[in-house]
């Protein structure tokens, strides 16, 4: 049993380094028994990954109603989380209507506090619950989804299914960053789960195979992947999506989208293709609730710059020069 228990501790922090060197900050762990969590807790905090694991407590109360022995009411089951040290709470999964109106109810009592950990929440397909009904930090959808399918974002996290259509091999890989801009450009802007790590079979129906071995096309997909989600999903929370007309591209797989904050206003321009380039420069109209902007600055895509090329506004047009491979995007802020 120590020999297995020692072969399964080389197995998850072999996982565990992969997933960091792959760019992800926070592991979501679920389903493990009490021994296994603290294994795992231990070698993803000595990563310096942020663990997210179910609070038991809070998990039972979500999906059954019961609360422990020391708290007559759900305010006190919100107090006893805060004072862990948790930097994400999870209540869990959201299975039906009473189950989320628990994990609101939860969720609004923790955001009564400001200094009160972040919260997560799962929403479980076919529920019927509406992620806008949770106050929750975090929430999004992790089902199991049946081969070919690609499941669909809920909630303000953009969930990126492995299991694209093409199926087989690296294909898959050139449709994720795809989904990931997809995501954005409906909403789900607040950060990226991908769904699922490791493969099961000896396919390649996950990011790595079931020896724990990743492409090195997979992995500078997801690297690209969440270079972005960390230099523009904080810049993009919280605001509003709203698709754009622009002149001269009805024969260019080119989608552009409006996102826009109380304070600050960006436009995304992307490239829905899996196989065309886009090298073809187009007249863009910015206007922000009747105010014309003065200029366009594209936010990075990663470290190697710390500020984008600036883009002039006259009489409320700009020229767009795209040069999008498939599948590629650029962010600009509006100013």
């Known amino acids: 049993e120590q020999v297995d228990r020692n072969l399964e501790s080389t197995d998850a922090a072999a996982d565990l380094a992969t997933i960091r060197s792959l760019g992800f900050n926070t592991v979501l762990l679920d389903g493990q028994d009490v021994v296994d ?73 923790h955001h009564e506090r400001e200094e009160a950990p972040a919260t997560f929440v799962a929403i479980a397909a076919g529920s019927d619950v509406s992620a806008r009904d949770v106050a929750a930090t975090f929430s999004g959808i992790l089902p199991e989804v049946a081969e070919g399918d690609v499941s669909t974002p809920v909630g303000n996290l953009a969930n990126i299914s492995v299991r694209q259509p093409t199926g087989n091999r690296d294909a898959a890989a050139g449709e994720w960053l795809i989904a990931f801009h997809r995501a954005l450009a409906s909403g789900q802007t607040s950060g990226v789960v991908v769904d699922r790590f490791r493969s099961a079979t000896s396919g390649w129906d996950a990011v790595v195979d079931s020896h724990g071995a990743v492409s090195a096309r997979r992995a500078s997909v997801l690297k690209r992947i969440t270079a972005r989600a960390s230099k523009w999903c904080p810049r993009l929370r919280g605001t509003s999506t709203r698709p754009i007309e622009a002149a001269g591209t009805a024969d260019l797989p080119i989608e552009v989208v409006l996102f826009n904050g109380a304070n600050r206003h960006f436009v995304m321009v992307w490239n829905s293709s899996t196989t065309q380039f886009v090298r073809e420069s187009f007249p863009l109209h910015v206007q922000l609730d009747g105010r014309r902007a003065s200029r366009l600055v594209a936010v990075p895509t990663d470290d190697s710059t710390a500020v984008g090329d600036v883009l002039s506004v006259r009489r409320g047009r700009v020229t767009m020069p795209t040069n999008l491979a498939p599948g590629d995007a650029r962010l600009y802020e509006v100013f």
């Open 37 to 109: 969590r603290k294994m795992l807790h231990d070698l993803a905090e000595n990563l310096g990954l942020i663990v997210v694991a179910a609070d038991a407590d809070a998990q039972a109360y979500v999906s059954t109603g019961r609360l422990p022995v020391e708290c007559w009411l759900p305010r006190a089951l919100a107090w006893q989380t805060q004072w862990r040290d948790a930097r994400i709470v999870s209540f869990g999964g959201i299975t039906d209507s009473t189950s989320g109106q628990r994990a609101r109810l939860l969720a609004t009592m």
